[in-house]
């Protein structure tokens, strides 16, 4: 089964606009870490942010913010004012404190369109 | 800051040939892994090693092997190679392993063309 689930396969979206990515995690876990990287059309994996399980208050950086719910699960990404910049593949992840693996999400496709 | 650094970056092999690639983790970082990543997918695990060890292994074909040094650089032999292979592969490293929450940290890449 599929831990990390990003339905959101593809987006495009007109500059300017906000997009928010989704990501929902499932884990037996109590304690586990969540991630976003971001992947531009160059290939490099970029780390953007790490959240932990108990810690579920949202973080703004810039443009970009994190709400992670516990509730249902789901540690959403949000861009605001999006530049072409930001086109890239974004990963949603996840780690949990019982074992040593990082589970990807299958990836959103943002496309930004000038 | 110094990054993961891997190289080749890029890489066109013959099938059949056998094909290395190198890692050289963030200063300090004491675990290494290796992840395979084919078009429009998500990275696919491979390997990983913590302290010179092998930590865990994931989809990694018995024709793949890997090794961390003394000097924590990680190398990924790949052998017999077909036409599969052709991928992005990724090392990454993390300073302690992933349980305590620690951060993955990823090199550019490696990619391999396999004709």
């Known amino acids: 089964a599929q831990k990390v689930t990003q339905a959101q396969t593809e987006i495009s979206v007109v500059e300017k606009e906000d997009v928010t990515l989704d990501c929902v995690y499932e884990?037996?876990?109590?304690?586990?870490?969540l991630f976003w990287y971001k992947q531009p059309p160059s290939g490099e994996l970029v780390f953007l942010i790490r959240?932990?399980?108990?810690?579920?208050q949202n973080e703004i950086s810039g443009r970009y913010s994190w709400n992670f719910q516990k509730s249902t699960s789901s540690f959403n990404f949000t861009i605001t004012a999006s530049q072409v910049v930001d086109s890239a593949v974004y990963f949603c992840?996840?780690?949990?404190?019982?074992?040593?693996?990082?589970?990807f999400g299958t990836g959103t496709s943002l496309t930004v369109i000038p | 800051a110094a990054g993961v650094i891997q190289s080749p970056r890029h890489l066109i092999k013959e099938k059949r040939e056998t094909a290395t690639l190198k890692c050289y983790p963030i200063?300090?970082?004491?675990?290494v892994y290796w992840y395979q990543q084919g078009p429009g997918q998500d990275p696919q695990f491979l390997i990983s090693?913590?302290?010179?060890?092998?930590?865990d292994k994931g989809s990694i074909p018995d024709r793949f092997s890997a090794q961390q040094f003394s000097d924590y650089h990680s190398e990924l032999n790949m052998s017999s190679l077909e036409l599969g292979d052709s991928a992005l592969y990724f090392c990454?490293?993390?300073?302690?392993?992933?349980?305590?929450?620690?951060?993955?940290?990823f090199g550019e890449g490696s990619w391999l063309t396999v004709v």
């Open positions: 990454a490293s993390s300073l302690g392993l992933l349980n305590l929450g620690n951060t993955i940290y």
């Open positions: 884990t037996r876990d109590t304690t586990y870490y």
């Open positions: 959240r932990n399980s108990f810690d579920e």
């Open positions: 992840a996840l780690s949990e404190a019982t074992g040593n693996q990082f589970y």
């Open positions: 200063p300090r970082h004491d675990t």
């Open positions: 090693f913590y302290e010179k060890m092998q930590s």
